[in-house]
């Protein structure tokens, strides 16, 4: 990683000016965020990989997912865009005015969903129009801040509805199941305190939620109509600051199962027993995670103003999206 004397600069008797001393400070930012070099996880990150950054300058980065060409769609969600950045290109704006997306996911029939932090709905984009598929809780009342989505085979639309910051004591957050061609979702779970990321296995049998204030990682039974029950702790987080939230955040699997959480420290990688593998470092706190690009070999993460990647040795799951 690229190390910059900041005391050096102050102390060095030159008189820099208060333009030129930004411009420093920014290069040398720049410098610190471009190239991480990682430590190897066995089976995961070969030695001598470096995180390298794809470009910053966003504002609040979230909901990377992959589409079926490779090419990787995330949301700013504080500018309300949706970007697409191809193989070997850069960023381009993919649709505008989005209501504050943030997780995004992608339906069978090949649409776009996002989960509308400001809009306080779960929408469709279908020719770059949003339409909204739930605004409502189960019990018929307004959903308070969507934060993340992952769909099911079916359609199913599993979603967090942990409600804006900050945080109200007693308030219950959410997790839902939003049949396919349903309007009101099926409660999950409110026992979360703020429940964030959201996941799915391979075979759609179980369902991962983090928590952006605790250290654990929960795992639920996926029944065949979708619901879900038999609420367990899959894996704790670790490396976390102590009188700290977690910040765990989005996440996302591999072929092989393996878990991938954004936290505080990192990406946290956890096999599919839920032991602890290893931690990818991201100069700037990560938001969420996701495999794209070529063969889905790429980690990409969102991370405040940057997107990152990173080359693996695994590859993302054999279906569209996460």
């Not at 219950?172 to 049949?179: E, G, I, N, T």
């Not at 009188?243 to 956890?270: C, H, P, W």
């Not at 991201?282 to 995670?289: A, E, G």
Request: charged content about 20%.
């Amino acid at each position: 990683m690229a190390r910059f004397n900041w005391v050096l600069l102050l102390r060095s008797g030159k008189l820099f000016g208060t333009a030129a001393l930004t411009l420093a400070i920014a290069s040398a930012l720049s410098s610190i965020h471009a190239q991480v070099r990682q430590p190897e996880i066995p089976g995961v990150i070969a030695p001598g990989m470096t995180l390298r950054l794809v470009k910053d300058g966003f504002v609040f980065t979230e909901g990377p997912v992959s589409a079926k060409d490779g090419s990787l769609y995330f949301s700013d969600l504080r500018t309300s865009l949706i970007y697409t950045l191809n193989q070997g290109g850069s960023p381009t704006i993919g649709v505008r005015e989005t209501n504050g997306a943030n997780g995004l996911a992608f339906a069978p029939n090949g649409d776009l969903l996002t989960a509308e932090g400001d809009g306080r709905e779960i929408s469709q984009i279908s020719n770059g129009h949003l339409k909204a598929i739930c605004s409502q809780g189960a019990d018929g009342s307004s959903l308070m801040a969507p934060n993340d989505l992952i769909v099911d085979r079916k359609g199913g639309v599993y979603f967090t509805d942990p409600g804006p910051r900050p945080l109200v004591p007693k308030r219950k957050a959410y997790v839902y199941y939003l049949p396919p061609h349903a309007h009101l979702p099926i409660l999950i779970n409110d026992e979360i305190t703020r429940p964030n990321g959201i996941a799915l296995t391979k075979d759609g049998k179980t369902l991962f939620v983090d928590d952006t204030v605790g250290d654990a990682v929960f795992a639920f039974t996926v029944h065949a109509d979708g619901t879900a029950g038999g609420k367990r702790i899959f894996a704790r987080l670790h490396n976390l600051v102590p009188g700290k939230e977690s910040g765990a955040d989005g996440m996302a699997i591999d072929n092989s199962d393996r878990l991938y959480v954004t936290s505080i420290s990192g990406v946290q990688i956890f096999n599919r027993n839920g032991s602890y593998l290893g931690t990818v470092k991201i100069p700037r706190q990560p938001t969420n995670v996701a495999f794209a690009g070529s063969k889905k070999r790429w980690l990409y993460v969102t991370a405040r103003e940057g997107l990152y990647c990173i080359e693996t040795s695994v590859k993302g799951p054999h279906r569209l999206g996460k």
